[in-house]
């Protein structure tokens, strides 16, 4: 191991040591104060956020994911966390040479054309440098940060103590299926062999849609921990918010497409809509739609459960409650008395309130980024407190944060969409069998089936 690994590695021992510090400090005052005065929600999210916010790393990542799910959290404290950035000094010109020449040989430097040593964006896994391919291609390489698999799983250890104050504070939402699926997901997102499967079923799912561009992978110059794609042209969605609203418009109807159209035609979803990993491309000096630029966050659901959806989604909009009842059964919550699926129901109709309604408007009306769903955060979270507990299944977990994030572009690019039409195309001719028969022949194709399937 090189002398710089050596200290990367103790770095980060002492990094979460000391943060495992930090969040016992902030939970033994957090329950301090309730003891004294009954706590103050806002000043325990500050504490939270001040003891998670310095790791600069995965952990950051799993905080955001908390900060969407009602209730898993106080209120206040996902206003805290959702100001949390995930990015990770970048590392230097020595370090970098010596992690490419670890993935792809000694010689790794004369694969390519040219290679910047500066890195073109970084985060909390890796960082993604411009390249040039020898056949003149313009190429984006992803290299992952040493070390990383023991930093996840140090980072994954400390959230045991968070959610072990949260079963304290609030005993009537049970984290137990979120906790595991934070951490398959997050363990996922150091494959990059994983992530370049993804690409390609990204790739496949879009293929027949102008507005939604995918960068490809490049085999031959990527590992488990570097992966290699084209360079996609692009500038970030808010470097058009005061463009027109036809502009806007036609970005956000790509996001839309982007995102809802794998899900209910491929059971799929991009699960970390964070503006970062979008940018809107141009074509004929016009802005043609989005590029899709990271693919680590990808979750692929049961066809039951996508079903279950489109059956939730067709109950609310006829007010049927015994197909809202079905689809809640078909997701895997037990025991839900009327009450309890009412309180269910405020949030889902949250997230459904613009789907339901067949006119042109705006995600939401005067309401910030920030904002987005806390009053209705709040109201199940009192609700709960009578009628709770509930186990959420863990399909929720990245379904609450990739339609919250959606939802916070939109309110970003100020879109007016009818957003119900847009959905209504989405699931035409929905069939679970047909989804079935899709996704089970784009993932093959991708090698992304488990073995002996």
């Known amino acids: 191991m090189a002398d710089d690994e050596r200290n990367s590695l103790a770095g980060r021992v002492l990094r979460h040591a000391r943060i495992g510090v930090d969040v016992g400090t902030a939970a033994a005052r957090i329950a301090g ?10 000043r325990e999210g500050r504490l939270i956020a001040e003891a998670l916010g310095g790791l600069k790393g995965p952990l950051m990542k799993v905080a955001q994911f908390l900060s969407t799910i009602p209730d898993a959290i106080p209120a206040e404290w996902a206003a805290e966390l959702a100001r949390l950035q995930a990015h990770a000094p970048p590392m230097g010109r020595v370090f970098v040479k010596r992690r490419m020449q670890a993935e792809l040989g000694p010689d790794w430097a004369s694969r390519f054309a040219e290679f910047e040593h500066e890195p073109a964006h970084a985060a909390s896994l890796g960082q993604v440098h411009r390249a040039v391919a020898h056949d003149g291609r313009r190429l984006a390489v992803k290299l992952q940060y040493p070390d990383m698999a023991s930093a996840v799983e140090a980072d994954l250890s400390q959230l045991s103590g968070v959610f072990a104050l949260m079963r304290r504070l609030r005993p009537q939402i049970d984290t137990t299926e979120i906790a595991a699926e934070i951490g398959e997901r997050i363990r996922e997102e150091l494959d990059y062999g994983r992530e370049r499967r993804h690409m390609r079923l990204y790739g496949l799912m879009h293929g027949d849609d102008p507005t939604v561009r995918i960068p490809e992978p490049v085999d031959e110059l990527s590992t488990g921990r570097l992966l ?3 360079w996609l042209e692009g500038r970030g969605l808010l470097a058009h918010k005061e463009a027109s609203q036809a502009v806007r418009n036609r970005i956000s109807e790509a996001m839309f497409r982007a995102w809802w159209h794998p ?4 059971g799929v979803i991009h699960g970390d809509p964070h503006l970062g990993n979008y940018a809107a491309f141009e074509e004929g000096g016009e802005v043609g739609g989005v590029n899709l630029l990271d693919f680590g966050c990808v979750r692929i659901f049961p066809v039951h459960f996508v079903e279950a959806v489109i059956e939730h989604y067709r109950g609310l909009l006829h007010d049927d409650r015994d197909r809202v009842a079905a689809a809640y ?14 309180t269910l129901d405020i949030w889902a109709r949250f997230l459904y309130g613009p789907l339901l309604t067949d006119r042109t408007r705006k995600i939401a009306e005067g309401v910030s980024p920030i904002e987005f769903g806390r009053a209705q955060a709040m109201a199940v979270a009192e609700a709960l407190k ?10 929720f977990l990245f379904m609450d944060r990739a339609a919250l994030g959606l939802g916070g572009v939109f ?3 100020d879109a007016k969409l009818n ?11 929905f069939q679970a069998s047909r ?12 090698e992304l089936l488990p073995a002996g399937q």
């Open 435 to 446: 989804l079935h028969e899709r996704q089970s022949a784009a993932l093959r194709t991708c």
């Open 419 to 429: 957003f119900h039409r847009l959905f209504e195309t989405a699931i035409e001719e």
């Open 33 to 42: 104060g309730r003891l004294i005065g009954g706590g103050d929600p806002a």
């Open 329 to 342: 059964e078909a997701w895997g919550f037990r025991n839900l008395t009327r009450e309890l699926m009412e």
């Open 228 to 230: 290699t794609m084209t």
């Open 263 to 266: 899900f209910c035609r491929f």
């Open 411 to 413: 309110i970003h690019l």
């Open 386 to 395: 009578t009628h709770g507990p509930v186990t959420p299944p863990r399909e």
